[in-house]
T-cell receptor, first 110, second 117 residues
């Protein structure tokens, strides 16, 4: 696997709170992507951060990338019940294949 | 954004039968599609790369004779699980990049849940 670990494995927060999850990877990358998977469904692309970027925002999402530590974090601010899902980071290898982390399951309590 | 569909969304079959899963790109052409398998509470594992007009390439440990892949057109790839057994029960997901060799986002189908009895 090209990927390392994601932590935490599971996260339970109250609606309105922020959720932070981390991802580590093993090899050098061109970009790192975050995806969301609702229970029993396919994946939805959330955000892509390139290797020369350190931080990126998209709505309530904030992604950071530290290439020296080979790690990334995803922050969801002001969480909503609809944010309940599993979140995966993914890196590209062999030019176009995606390798996924283990995922973080986020539960947002109303 | 681009849409990828899968059919069927779920299937139950008896051990020993074959099951075909379709993956379609609805509004773009996909010369390459990817097939993943996901076991409960686990991540996605890439099984194979489906290439239009040529043979699929399989990841290490994936039996190509058991998981037959046919990329019939620029919008359709099929995965056939041959002689399915209970251990093949899983969630199968396909994806397609918006263009060949893209390192950008991929578009994922909604998945097919296979249960082999």
């Amino acid at each position: 696997s090209q990927q390392g670990e994601e932590d935490p494995q599971a996260l339970s927060i109250q609606e309105g709170e922020n959720a932070t999850m981390n991802c580590s990877y093993k090899t050098s990358i061109n970009n790192l992507q975050w995806y969301r998977q609702n229970s029993g469904r396919g994946l939805v692309h959330l955000i892509l951060i390139r290797s020369n970027e350190r931080e990126k925002h998209s709505g309530r999402l904030r992604v950071t990338l530290d290439t020296s530590k080979k790690s990334s974090s995803l922050l969801i601010t002001a969480s909503r019940a609809a944010d309940t899902a599993s979140y995966f980071c993914a890196t590209v290898y062999n030019d176009y294949k995606l390798s996924f982390g283990a995922g973080t399951t986020v539960t947002v309590r109303a | 954004g681009a849409v990828v569909s899968q059919h069927p969304s779920w299937v139950i079959c008896k051990s020993g039968t074959s099951v075909k899963i379709e993956c379609r790109s609805l509004d773009f052409q996909a010369t390459t599609m990817f097939w993943y398998r996901q076991f409960p509470k686990q991540s996605l594992m890439l099984m194979a790369t489906s290439n239009e007009g040529s043979k699929a390439t399989y990841e290490q440990g994936v039996e190509k004779d058991k998981f037959l892949i046919n990329h019939a057109s620029l919008t359709l790839s099929t995965l056939t699980v041959t002689s399915a057994h209970p251990e093949d029960s899983s969630f199968y997901i396909c994806s397609a990049p918006p263009r060949w060799g893209s390192q950008e986002t991929q578009y994922f189908g909604p998945g097919t849940r296979l249960l082999v009895l």
